[in-house]
């Protein structure tokens, strides 16, 4: 997991800051009332708060980072909407059971452990009349000069068509 | 033992049903033809007469296969005990429960499509198999082929959302592939690898698709009482149609497809065909024996088969797996595109994915049908460039006689053996051509009449004719527009021009700058035809109308159909009307409900969609964030590359990445959490415009009111609720 970055020394800095704190927690479905219990807690606090909370509500995986453990205990306590049905307990360091359980309860799992087949494509004797197309195809794309000749030829057949209908 | 179904349908049977399709299409081909050879047979044009006689004995074997169909389906439908042979015969409603259902994998592939409309349906399809009671039978997966980052990161979402309202973890899963080989048919097979073992059964959906639980347990129990059957397709039936172009061809499906489907049942049985989704197929012998190989020569001839489900039907039967359609099982739906336009793009994939089925119709080892429907499919198109050719042959050949002199139709005819002029045979023969082409409209409605609710759920008697009417008016204006189009397809594919794999609209409209782009090359066509005709061969300008009439109407018509105003005021007025616009059947009452819950849900205005939502967004990044894999050792030039998008994408807004860029720090989880806690904690000279008018927004919207009670708790419509902004710009009432 990154370090969170250190806090803004300024005081315009820091109010901006505790700004953006209080608007990423509305965002986060939290109410007004208790969004303001972090008015002095600027966003980058915030975010480390978030992840420490998140990775300890929701067990680690084998093989899973400490970046990725974060990022799916957020998701998971976001999808649980945390926030909002336990807006007293967020971030509290001792929650109460159901709420972890409901954070628990929104586990991600998008694929199923893998079975693998094989599905090989299939033989197909596509027959002489597709060897003589195929190889009709190959040589006009050997021979584009080919290909054009034969083009202007039907072209002109169709035009001596039209003149042998309009004048016989 | 074999079931009773099993003694009915017997390799006898098929001979005769299929012998006497043929024997109708023979015959009346047999008598136009000869009708047509003797009114030719006096020109002395004889090679150009020829050759229109055997254009026109192609296209009327056609037009007569078809209504083939109409009469042996209306005959079928019209037993006391339909049909014998229809898969559904073989599991009687008192014998469903004796049969145990098998584990099954409901998968729908989708690859750049509205998010919201995937997850609504899968939601409807879930809560319906779930109204079963056999839910623990049925796993759901969406794959997807999505490029776009948008789509990515929306179909995250709602797949996170839709699996955390239904409680479905671990039943509802959600893969994307980076790189989508082999188009859709890669996309399934690629499940079938991954996850093929583990189900005996899969159920293929579109992305538009909708199926009702019932139906689908029921296919289960189709496929367990009929070891043999590989595919068991079912036929969809168009829903949610809007716009006049949609609602017409809604109405004739409705109207018409019943008997059709009897019909194609009729002689097809066991060797029917797959129509790509709303099927269930069974997975052993598909992972088998269904893997496409490429086809010779490059596309757009070439090259990967994109018609997939017509060759997987084929390899299936090659194998001495049956297919079958049902065409008696209902709760199947599927939407159409909304207008002319959009449907003519649908064609052109389909021109050239039924174009390159031409390799296989000589391919040793398939079955004879299986061949029928690799031409039937080739026909469907290549029919409009002869049709196309026939008619600029007839006015040429009228602009010869009008040059020569010539008689057209000379004495002595056929006709006058029974004291009748050649005119008068000329005459029949359209009248016999007209009562092939309406005969199955007749039939319809009058099968339609017969069933115990009549014609009601077509909005009565009287609605239902002139829906009929509206409908032969609207599709005889199509035809000529259509013919062209696929005239244009065929041979722009056969002279090498490929098609890109593009998305499929499911909703929009058309207008005037679009219809006219689309239809300039028609309407001119039929000004010079109408011009010619008009100079050498005036007789022929009636008989030329209704072709002309399309052509010059084109815009107009393409304009008109493509809106949604006049579908819906038919609508009011019951016209055009179907059984499910009447009585909408649940399933499609949950869709709407459920599409209310995806549009509640969608982040408002101020947070963007999409990529934009997934840096911004403390959910959407998490969750984007969970769902992909680590690259803990990236080569140097990567990690430079990367910062220096991050940099770009944060001094200059989404605007400024390509989407391949986007698509690239998506796919990198450190970038994305670096880009989140980049926009959320950097002072605001580091970010660009967009960034902190989004910022600004938020935060004046957090401070103001209280949220609404309706929004408390719904974490993801948070944003839409804080922050849907007024028409003004301003944030709207909270």
Known sequence: MNPPPPRPATFPARRGSILRAGAY??????????????????????????????????????????????????????????????????????????????????????????RPASMAPQDLDLGPVSDVAQETWRTFDKWPVLRGITLWLLFSLLLLSVFYVVRF | ?????????????????????????????????????????????????????????????????????????????????????????????????????????????????????????????????????????????????????????????????????????????????????????????????????????????????????????????LMERNPRAGLIQTAPALARARTLFARTLQFASGMYGPIFQAGLNYWQMGESNYWGHNAIIRLAPFIAHCALPPLPGREPFGGKILSHDFVEAALLRRAGWSVWLAPDLGGSYEELPPTLIDYVGRDRRWCQGNLQHFWLLFARGLHGISRIHFFLGIFAYASSLLWLISLLLGTLLAVGFTRTGLTWLPEPALASLIGHSAHWQAGSLTVLTFILLFLPKVLALADRSCQPDGLAPFGGVGRASIGILLETVVTSLLAPVLMFFHANFVIVTLFGRGVRWTAQRRDGHTTWRDAARAHAGQTIAGIGWLVLLIAYAPALVPWMAPVLAGLLLSIFFSQLTGREGPGQALRRHGLLVTPEERAAPPELRDLETALGTQAAEAPGPTMGRGFFQAVLDPCANALHRALQREHPRQPAGTRRHIQALEEKLLREGPGALRPAERNFLLGDPGAMARLHRAVWTRPRAGLAAVWNQALADIEAASWKDPLPAAATGQLISVPRALFRLAPGGAAGPL
């Open chain 1, 25 to 114: 927690l509305r965002l986060c479905g939290l109410s007004r009332a208790e969004v303001e219990k972090f008015a002095d807690c600027p966003i980058e606090e915030l975010q480390g708060r978030l992840d420490a909370w998140a990775t300890r509500l929701v067990p680690p995986e084998p093989s899973e980072s400490a970046q990725q453990h974060a990022a799916r205990g957020r998701a998971q306590l976001l999808l649980a909407r945390v926030p909002g049905r336990w807006p007293a307990q967020f971030l509290d360091p001792s929650p109460p059971p159901e709420l972890a359980e409901a954070v628990q309860a929104e586990a991600l799992r998008p694929r199923r452990p893998m």
């Open chain 2, 1 to 221: 033992m074999p079931t009773a179904f099993q003694d009915q349908f017997t390799p006898e049977r098929m001979t005769r049903r299929r012998v006497a399709v043929l024997t109708f299409v023979v015959f009346v081909t047999g008598v136009a033809s000869l009708l047509m050879a003797d009114l030719l047979w006096g020109s002395p044009l004889k090679a150009w007469a020829g050759l229109v006689w055997l254009l026109f004995t192609l296209l009327f074997a056609f037009v007569a296969f078809g209504a083939a169909h109409a009469c042996y389906g209306y005959l079928v439908r019209r037993r006391r005990q339909r049909d014998p042979c229809a898969i559904g015969r073989s599991l009687p409603p008192g014998e469903e429960a004796t049969v145990p259902l098998a584990r099954t994998a409901i998968v729908m592939p989708v690859y750049n499509e509205p998010a919201e409309r995937i997850f609504a349906g899968l939601e409807t399809i879930y809560r319906s198999v779930e109204r079963t009671g056999q839910l623990e039978h049925f796993h759901f997966f969406v794959l997807s082929d999505s490029t776009g980052p948008d789509q990515w990161v929306e179909e995250e979402l709602g797949w996170a959302r839709l699996t955390s309202r239904l409680g479905a973890s671990g039943r509802l899963f959600y893969r994307r592939r980076r790189v989508n080989s082999n188009k859709k048919a890669g996309n399934l097979a690629d499940f079938c690898r991954r996850w093929g073992r583990e189900y005996r059964y899969m159920v293929v959906l579109d992305a538009d698709s909708i199926m009702a639980g019932d139906t689908i347990v029921r296919l289960v129990r």
